[in-house]
């Protein structure tokens, strides 16, 4: 326990420092901007999806046997005249760092840029024996005389702005060009540095590959300072996890293909070396560090996290690490990779705080160039933090009610009937001003309305509207088929005028619409919460009312369920083979909407074209357009069937929601939907459509306290206004 409350006193000081540095927010969102647009160039003329199959083999090739490729590269290594050696543990690695420098009287050491030096904290060890770590590259050099960490994998000065960067030099060189020219600052700054390399007798850097062949180290720079390193001091000390091998030149090739584009949207990097054996009277170290890795080789959820090459592409994506920047994921490895290694180096309770900072818009695994299943991973990171350390004692309550279908719709109906007196038009709940300006609400309260619960649920609805059949008013595919509605436990009890709409589009199409009245959740509030025992109690409950239907199809309007359970129930169940089957079965028979009518109605050109051309802008659900790959469908509905104009978002993105990440860290949830709105108004259309429920409230819920003139609409909910 006190480990744990150390450790929210660590996190908490961090989360609301970087909430007030504007600078840095500015600063990290204009270069997420611009690393996307510049990496959609850079990748214009590869096969990206290709090269990602095959490095993620060549580094599964390893993974399947660490051990004997090890030995292999440390044969071929020692062939070359280098001394390898292996440290179980991050103290053992700077220890025998220190065993070197003492051997060559070395008081100081010149680096290159070494995430596993940050990692092992050698900079800080060395010092409390009397040393000295000088960085080299230059980013990283400015955040050592900051004193601080470096902030991205890549870029570690990425946090501060060229101004902050020449105070830095002047302090350290007593005299600096103006901040404006950056070339001159430049200059400056290396002419300090350069004079370590002189004095240096151990140089000591990372590794990008270690290359199995030919036993060589590759290096990837951009300023030349690791071949420096590398080729002045008498003594080259190489620090590398052992996951760093790579079976053959042609896969480093490859790994070079996908690296610079990945990392720094460049097709190549201007400095690329490989280093066989060292040169004449000089020396060559290779330390091969484990510091966790074995326990997460043997760990088949962490396995593939050890693919990874340190692009740091994950982080450039990541939408929270655009609002609280690198410091607050807990320890060196920042953004999405750094919540799912950093409990293997530094311990669980190190990442208890920040894995929850993830909204799960699954942006970081599309663009990791070895396919690592990070969203996935964070969750299971997440769900080993509620094991050890269980939950906020709110979302534990949530959790157990909702959990219960009684004791969720009794509470549905009380707070339904509590809101009453500050329901307004549309079900909106504005806190008074007086109530939302206190700070434990004002987080949440002062830039956002709140749905209320429903009146009548849809459940209800679809009863008192008369369980009608098909109408049949236009000829489809659908016509016929016996179709159970998955209406969604939030949309059934706050939004039913979607499940209505999905309802209505599917009868005009001809098919029966069965509501099974037992159902409840999909177990997806359990399982973003790391509740897995709760979620799978829930998905069985699910999944038992869906299979009784005996229907053609399954459908639901909201796809984070249809995504739960096609996709993640299949590793919720892992162990468990016979549920693992029924949902492998399930995923067979459901749909979303969009899939649905795109895919499966058979529907002519302009059926629903009122002749409007109505100009609409479409928010991709993260993951509709991540995990289910509904990019074309929702577009095709749009402007072949309904003849919409589509103008496309500049920016594709999450829009904030993330389930109770919204609540948990109201912050980060309107810094993103308030950049989502920024390119929702950039289109200048007037009728946003996307087709999950989570998004639709919280867009709306932005939209209503705004007073914009936008409306927020399921796709449902457009098609249905076509129906009259």
């Not at 969750?379 to 350390?389: G, I, K, M, T, W």
């Not at 949530?398 to 009453?420: C, H, N, Q, T, Y």
């Not at 909106?428 to 987080?443: C, E, H, K, Q, R």
């Amino acid at each position: 326990m006190a480990e744990t409350q150390r450790s929210e006193q660590r996190f908490l000081p961090r989360y609301r420092t970087a909430l007030k540095n504007r600078q840095q927010q500015e600063n990290l969102l204009q270069f997420q901007r611009a690393w996307a647009r510049d990496r959609e160039a850079a990748f214009a003329d590869q096969q990206f999806g290709e090269l990602r199959t095959r490095l993620t083999a060549a580094k599964n090739q390893i993974l399947d046997d660490l051990d004997g490729w090890l030995k292999r590269f440390e044969d071929a290594a020692r062939a070359n005249g280098v001394t390898v050696t292996h440290a179980r543990s991050a103290r053992d690695a700077c220890e025998q760092v220190l065993t070197i420098c003492q051997q060559v009287g070395a008081r100081h050491v010149i680096k290159s840029k070494s995430m596993v030096s940050e990692e092992i904290e050698l900079n800080h060890f060395l010092a409390a024996h009397g040393g000295t770590a000088i960085e080299s590259d230059l980013g990283e050099w400015l955040v050592q005389l900051a004193g601080e960490r470096p902030s991205h994998m890549v870029l570690p000065f990425i946090h501060k702005n060229r101004r902050q960067a020449a105070d830095l030099v002047r302090q350290a060189t007593g005299s600096a060009p103006d901040h404006s020219d950056v070339p001159a600052v430049v200059h400056r700054a290396r002419d300090a540095i350069r004079e370590h390399f002189w004095s240096a007798t151990v140089g000591l850097t990372g590794a990008n590959a270690l290359v199995v062949e030919d036993g060589s180290v590759l290096l990837v720079t951009n300023e030349g300072n690791a071949d420096l390193t590398v080729t002045l001091p008498q003594v080259h000390i190489v620090l590398a996890g052992i996951e760093k091998l790579i079976p053959t030149l042609a896969d480093a090739a490859v790994q070079l293909r996908l690296l610079a584009r990945s990392a720094t949207a460049q097709r190549l990097t201007v400095y690329t070396t490989f280093i066989r054996r060292p040169p004449a009277h000089h020396r060559l170290h290779i330390i091969l560090v484990d510091n966790g890795r074995r326990n997460m080789l043997a760990d088949r959820r962490y396995r593939a996290a050890l693919r990874c090459i340190r692009c740091g592409a994950c982080a450039d994506t990541c939408p929270p690490y655009q609002v609280v920047g690198g410091h607050v994921f807990g320890h060196i490895y920042s953004g999405a990779i750094g919540l799912v290694v950093t409990p293997a180096h530094h311990g669980l309770a190190a990442d208890a705080d920040p894995q929850s900072l993830c909204v799960s818009c699954h942006a970081c695994q599309t663009v990791c160039p070895v396919n690592i299943p990070l969203p996935q991973q964070i969750l299971d990171r997440r769900s080993e933090v509620v094991a050890s350390q269980g939950m906020p004692l709110t979302l534990r309550a949530m959790i157990e009610v909702w959990k219960r279908p009684s004791a969720f719709d009794r509470a549905m109906r009380a707070a339904a009937l509590g809101s009453g007196p500050l329901r307004k038009a549309g079900n909106w709940v504005d806190l008074p001003a007086g109530m939302s300006s206190l700070p434990m609400l004002n987080a949440q309260a002062s830039w956002r309305s709140f749905s209320a619960p429903a009146a009548q649920p849809f459940r209800e609805l679809f009863l008192t509207r008369g369980r009608r059949q098909s109408d049949g008013r236009f000829d489809s595919a659908l016509s016929g088929k016996r179709i159970a509605l998955f209406a969604q436990c939030l949309t059934d009890r706050f939004w039913p005028e979607q499940a209505a709409a999905v309802t209505d589009v599917l009868r005009a199409l001809g098919a029966e619409i069965v509501f099974p009245e037992r159902q409840h959740c999909c177990g997806l509030p359990a399982l973003d919460a790391g509740d897995y025992v709760s979620a799978r109690e829930m998905a069985c409950q699910t999944l038992e009312v869906l299979e009784a239907t005996g229907a053609d199809f399954i459908v639901s309007g909201a796809s984070s369920c249809v995504a739960l359970l096609k996709h993640d129930l299949l590793h919720l169940f892992e162990d468990v083979p016979v549920w693992r089957h029924r949902a492998e079965r399930m995923g067979q028979r459901i749909h979303s909407f969009t899939q649905l009518i795109a895919e499966e109605a058979g529907l002519p050109h302009g059926i629903w074209d009122n002749g409007r051309h109505e100009l609409v802008t479409y928010h991709d659900f993260c993951q509709s357009r991540h995990v289910l790959h509904e990019l074309d469908a929702p577009r095709s509905i749009l402007t072949a069937l309904l003849g919409c104009q589509v103008v496309e978002l500049p920016e594709v993105m999450c829009c904030g929601f993330g389930g109770a990440r919204s609540g948990l860290y109201p912050e980060v949830s309107r810094a993103i939907g308030t950049r989502k709105w920024e390119s929702i108004r950039q289109t200048g259309a007037l009728t946003v459509v996307t087709d999950n429920p989570g998004c639709i409230a919280h867009l709306r819920s932005m939209l209503h306290r705004q007073r914009g003139p936008e409306r927020v609409l399921h796709l449902a909910e457009l098609v249905a206004e076509r129906l009259v």
